[in-house]
């Protein structure tokens, strides 16, 4: 669009706060999204900025069906395609869901394994030995086991088992009792999704972590996320990442990535903007029944992640000098006053 001064507008949903940038001499001006210019402090924050290997989770949930074995299975499943991680959910039930939702028919009849929401419940959970018999498992194949907590019981449950994290999703990450169970009986990494949550939410979380015995520095891994099953891409908000390091990135340990998208793009991008732990849903077959596997990735998709990950990683490095080794072959075959210097030098005599 152009405007009564001349300067050409490039008109992109989102905010209507705009910013110009540098004229050129076919065009005079252009516009930007402000949410999307650069700032002079963000450039030289990544100067500063320490990229470490990624780590991944599988969050395998409930997506073992309630069967042990098939647990087991996607652990070792999850191993081999090079995960860090395999997590579950723990859940009591009857102290988490009100008595109309326990008693209330599932809201996807399709994906239920009871005749009641509390009884589909009831089926995926496995029993805290079961959780124990995981955690062996993990143990045995090198991988680390981890646990989401849904309440108070579910976490003194998992406490006990001692896992190196323990996670806490979007939904109870304003459930303080349970929290301070985590926060004070249990010495390990707390990670905390944000999804559906307010700023003033998520300053309340940090600042329960930085009392008490929350060590929120050393313990608390904080993730962006939105809570969706699946969630279209314009609504994943990668650049929220940024407003939690601004914000946050020295009063917690680290930052990290909840994702419930499609593909595996959007969390190399994540990791790109900083994110050190990367979480996916993992399932071995997405047409399971159930809410969580369409958002899921199976063993294939799980590697190729990986994979692409660790790439980044490696990428993730200024140049050691100005020319590197492997470009001076190529420089000298093909740089203009390099392969024809001579020619040149004698032009010019």
Not at 46 to 75: D, M, Q, W
Not at 162 to 191: A, C, F
Not at 210 to 227: F, H, W
Not at 267 to 296: N, Q
Request: glycine share 8%; proline share 5%.
């Amino acid at each position: 669009l152009k405007c009564h001064f001349g300067f050409r507008l490039i008109c992109v949903e989102g905010p209507s706060t705009y910013s110009r940038l540098p004229a050129s001499p076919q065009q005079p001006m252009a516009m930007e999204p402000a949410a999307k210019k650069a700032r002079t402090h963000d450039v030289a924050q990544l100067h500063s900025f320490v990229y470490k290997e990624p780590k991944i989770i599988a969050e395998i949930g409930c997506n073992h069906r309630g069967e042990l074995e098939t647990a087991k299975e996607l652990l070792t499943l999850a191993k081999a395609s090079g995960a860090t991680v395999g997590k579950f959910q723990k859940r009591t039930p009857k102290e988490l869901l009100t008595p109309d939702q326990y008693n209330a028919p599932h809201p996807a009849p399709h994906n239920s394994y009871g005749s009641t929401y509390g009884e589909h419940r009831e089926f995926l959970e496995l029993s805290v030995e079961d959780h124990r018999e995981l955690q062996a498992h993990c143990k045995e194949i090198g991988l680390e086991y981890s646990c989401s907590v849904w309440d108070t019981t579910s976490a003194k449950e998992i406490v006990a088992l001692n896992p190196v994290l323990i996670k806490v999703g979007s939904p109870t990450n304003q459930h303080w009792e349970m929290q301070e169970v985590l926060r004070d009986q249990y010495s390990g990494e707390v990670h905390i999704s944000t999804g559906m949550t307010t700023k003033e939410e998520m300053e309340k979380i940090v600042e329960f972590w930085e009392a008490g015995k929350g060590d929120a520095k050393n313990r608390v891994v904080l993730y962006n996320c939105t809570s969706g099953y699946p969630v279209p891409f314009e609504d994943v908000c990668l650049l929220e990442i940024r407003l939690l390091q601004q914000k946050y990135a020295h009063r917690v340990k680290c930052i990290g990535f909840s994702g419930h998208h499609l593909g595996i793009s959007i969390d190399v991008a994540a990791y790109a903007l900083g994110c050190e732990w990367i979480e996916r849903h993992f399932t071995k077959d997405r047409t399971w029944k159930g809410t969580d596997h369409a958002a899921s990735l199976e063993p294939g998709g799980l590697g190729r992640l990986i994979r692409d990950l660790q790439a980044t990683y490696t990428a993730m490095s200024y140049k050691s000098s100005e020319i590197l080794d492997l470009e001076k072959e190529t420089r000298a075959k093909l740089k203009w006053g390099e392969y024809n210097r001579s020619i040149l030098d004698k032009g010019s005599s």
